[in-house]
Each structure stands twice: as structure tokens, then as C-alpha cells.
């Protein structure tokens, strides 16, 4: 059964912090994106990555940084947590056509 | 850029018949669509590729109009567990790579 892991379902962080989302994939998959989910805006593309190393900003990537060392690892990194990047954060990893995610990690900043 | 997706929700009885829309601003390699019912992850339905390709659900129809880079998902004869947010994704104009959703549309399918 293929799986994406992301680390926590629920975090809660004081502003300022410097928060590692980590997501982590055992399909081999190319490509892994991390989306925010908001009410009324759907999912949003922060980042992805095609191959180890190589990545692309989405289109809210400001506020964000990745990381792809690995394969089957993908971190999302707040540099400096604020209010307003409280939200649900979705990992997903395709080979281009099914995308599965993970559960989410529902981030709360204080 | 995000695609964009009408309605924004509907409301069904059972076997009702509902179609959700998907429209680009740029040319679409693929279009992507997604369930996901509350509390849970997304869940992919079904991929069309540019040139007529379909993969997907067999319950669940969608056509993709390439020169008008819209997208339309056709669900008949509604069942309860149709109900849930449904997003179509679209990725670049020559890769699978960046895939990006919409804002999503709510269906309800009421007894």
C-alpha cells in the first residue's frame, strides 16, 4: 500500500520560531509538492520538487523554504513562523499522474 | 496560477446528476481530479491528457477541451458518498511536474 508520511497531525509553534514540516514517501516517486489548505482557497502550491536537490517555487512560496536531500524526503521550512502561516499543510509525491498525500499537519501559531 | 472551479458548492438529492467546471488561463498538459471528504487527504479520481487520454474512476466521467483549456467532471445518479470537496488539479504546459489546484467545489448529496 504506497504511503506518505508527514512527522505530526497537529503542531503548535510560537511566532518567531523556526518550524521543519517533514514528509516522507516510500513509492520512489519524483516528484513531491507541499500545499497549504485554507478555507475557501483550496489547496495552494508552495513548493515542489522533481528530483533529489532540484526544487521550484509554487505560488505562495514566500515565507517558505524546502529541503530534498533524499529521495523519499521532503521538508518544509518556516524560517520565522507568524500568525498568518497557521493553516493545514499537505505533502504529495507523484511519478505525474496519481498524486497521493499524506494526512496533513495542521500547523497553529501563536 | 491556480485553475478556476464552478460552482463553489452544490446541494444534491441522491441520484441527482451534478457537473463541476475547471478553467486555465494558460495551455494545460493534464488536467487532475481530486475528492476529499472531511478529515481525510485528497483521493485522485481521474487524470486526462492532453489528446484525448483517460485514466480514472469508473463511475465518475470528465471531458478536457484543450483549445479552451476547460475542464468539466460529470457525476450521475449521485450516491451519499459522492459528498465531499472536489479539486481539479492542472500541471504545466509540457510536464506532469507543477500541479496546481483550484479553490474547490463542495457537494453535498443529501438523502
Known amino acids: 500500500d504506497v504511503k506518505v508520511t508527514q512527522s505530526s497531525r497537529y503542531l503548535v509553534k510560537r511566532t518567531g520560531e523556526k518550524v521543519f514540516l517533514e514528509c516522507v514517501q516510500d513509492?520512489?516517486?519524483?516528484?513531491m509538492f507541499w500545499y497549504r489548505q485554507d478555507p475557501g482557497l483550496g489547496l495552494r502550491l508552495i513548493y515542489f520538487?522533481?528530483?533529489?536537490?532540484?526544487?521550484e517555487k509554487g505560488d505562495i512560496p514566500e515565507g517558505y523554504s524546502v529541503s530534498r536531500e533524499k529521495k523519499e524526503r521532503f521538508s518544509l521550512i518556516l524560517e520565522s513562523a507568524s500568525t498568518n502561516q497557521t493553516s493545514m499543510y499537505l505533502c504529495?509525491?507523484?511519478?505525474?499522474?496519481?498524486?497521493?498525500f499524506g494526512q496533513g499537519t495542521r500547523l497553529t501559531v501563536v | 496560477q491556480q485553475p478556476v472551479q464552478s460552482p463553489q458548492a452544490v446541494i444534491l438529492r441522491e441520484g441527482e446528476d451534478a457537473v463541476i467546471n475547471c478553467s486555465s488561463s494558460?495551455?494545460?498538459?493534464?488536467v487532475h481530479w481530486y475528492r476529499q471528504k472531511h478529515g481525510e487527504a485528497p483521493v485522485f479520481l481521474m487524470i486526462?491528457?492532453?489528446?484525448?487520454e483517460q485514466k480514472g474512476h469508473e463511475k465518475i466521467s470528465a471531458s478536457f477541451n484543450e483549445k479552451k483549456q476547460q475542464s468539466s467532471l460529470y457525476l450521475t445518479a449521485s450516491q451519499l458518498s459522492y459528498s465531499g470537496t472536489y479539486f481539479c488539479?492542472?500541471?504545466?504546459?509540457?510536464?506532469?511536474?507543477?500541479?496546481?489546484f483550484g479553490e474547490g467545489t463542495q457537494l453535498t448529496v443529501n438523502p
Open positions: 504529495a509525491s507523484s511519478l505525474g499522474f496519481e498524486a497521493f
Open positions: 513509492m520512489d516517486h519524483e516528484n
Open positions: 520538487s522533481y528530483d533529489v536537490k532540484m526544487k
Open positions: 494558460k495551455a494545460l498538459y493534464s
Open positions: 486526462l491528457l492532453k489528446g484525448g
Open positions: 488539479g492542472t500541471d504545466g504546459e509540457t510536464s506532469g511536474s507543477r500541479l496546481t
